[in-house]
């Protein structure tokens, strides 16, 4: 613990703003915990006087500018954010300190608030929108993925929020592109919106789909005993692209086809799906989807359920080649919150979302955090010990 007391006093009085000498009126004892000094906690014992103005007869603290009215030093509060901003726990933050997680989580709360406006951005010209499964809830997503930012999370996916936060925005007719999975909330939610924009199913989604359904016919051909067996373990060949597999792998693949003939069937169906994606342009893929959907019909009747989605969705999928965007990096905003409310141990939603927009869009590595406006230098010749 270091004893610490201000070297100079007051030159005016800040109620009435009068300059002149300022009269001692007792003093209050005040604990400010700072950074660790060689790997030791430290405490600064703060000697705080309070003076008494000639002129005004007021009385008031001294204020100091390396010290605020909190329980920690500026530097503290500072470490702390940074810390947090990096994804570390707020227990373990809290321990290295000697201070609750509930000190950790004000110290980040009040940090959030003072910059929530870095967090605001202008309307996008993309946007992508997805949800992410967070404590038994689905959290909407928001994101930018031309600039590679993640825009907002929301509480929910709820219709009456997606048409909220949607209006919310700022130059409708900015957007021209909405990137998404199948749902038909987002899609229709835009399309009402942005009179501008255009839907596009994203290419992963839509290949996930495919393989989906192709997953549940092999699983049809289970017939028991050992072949039920098998065919459960083979299900990695099944889903995995034709041209990735080793020489190994497509011999045994062709012994499973000789077998389940049907199977052989929805497997290239799936491949021949796959090799749209290649065309270059809209009208080369519109003539390969419609040839896939004519085989479909003929003669791969466990995926007539399939043909009926990706028709009825196919001006979105086939936008695709108009704008060629992808929900990868909306996916990849995803993982990272996901990641971070695995670290954090119990975050609130509110908590999470704060984390969420600073972290995930690099906020930490900005010079806008909690400053002291002093160096360390500074700090300790501005103190009597």
């Known amino acids: 613990m270091y004893e610490i007391e201000a070297v100079a006093k007051p030159e005016c009085c800040p109620k009435c703003g009068v300059v002149g000498s300022q009269t001692a009126y007792g003093y209050k004892t005040r ?15 703060l000697r705080a006087r309070r003076y008494l103005c000639p002129s005004c007869g ?36 809290a321990d290295d300190y000697g201070i609750s997680d509930k000190t950790v989580r004000r110290a980040f709360d ?40 993640l825009l907002d999370m929301l509480p929910n996916n709820k219709s009456e929020t997606v048409y909220c936060y949607l209006r919310s925005l700022e130059n409708p007719s900015a957007v021209r592109v ?6 038909p909330l987002y ?20 290949i996930q789909l495919v393989n989906k359904h192709m997953d549940a016919a092999r699983k049809k051909l289970h017939d028991g005993g050992i072949v039920k067996k098998r065919l459960k373990r083979e299900r990695t060949l099944f889903m995995a692209n034709f041209e990735d597999l080793s020489p190994d792998a497509k011999h045994q693949l062709t012994a499973w086809f000789d077998i389940y003939p049907s199977l052989s069937r929805v497997y290239w169906a799936k491949e021949q799906f796959r090799k749209i994606y290649e065309s270059e342009s809209r009208v080369q893929a519109e003539i390969l989807f419609q040839k ?24 979105d999928i086939l936008s695709y080649f108009d704008y060629r965007y992808t929900n990868a990096y909306t996916e990849s905003a995803n ?11 119990g975050y609130s939603f509110e908590v999470l979302r704060a984390i969420c927009l600073m972290s995930v869009n690099h906020i930490s590595e900005k010079a806008y955090l909690w400053s002291s406006q002093s160096s360390e230098d500074n700090f300790i010749e501005s103190w009597q010990f």
């Open 292 to 315: 896939w959907c004519d085989t479909v019909s003929s003669s791969i009747p466990e995926f007539s359920n399939l043909k009926k989605v990706l028709v009825r969705r196919k001006d």
């Open 178 to 183: 909405a990137t998404m999975d199948f749902a």
């Open 187 to 206: 899609a229709k939610a835009v399309k009402d919106i942005f009179p501008c924009a255009t839907v596009v199913i994203d290419r992963f989604h839509v």
């Open 335 to 345: 993982n990272i919150i996901k990641t971070i409310k695995n670290q954090g141990h």
């Open 31 to 45: 604990y400010i915990r700072d950074l660790p000094n060689s790997g030791m906690q430290v405490v600064l014992k």
């Open 110 to 149: 009040d940090w959030a608030k003072k910059h929530h406006s870095i967090t605001m951005y202008s309307t996008p010209s993309v946007i992508g929108i997805d949800e992410a499964h967070i404590d038994k809830h689905f959290r909407l997503i928001i994101t930018d993925p031309e600039n590679k930012r």
């Open 58 to 93: 007021a009385t008031y603290m001294q204020s100091y500018k390396t010290v605020d009215k909190t329980s920690m030093t500026p530097r503290l509060r500072t470490k702390i954010v940074s810390r947090v901003l990096r994804r570390e726990p707020f227990t373990r933050i």
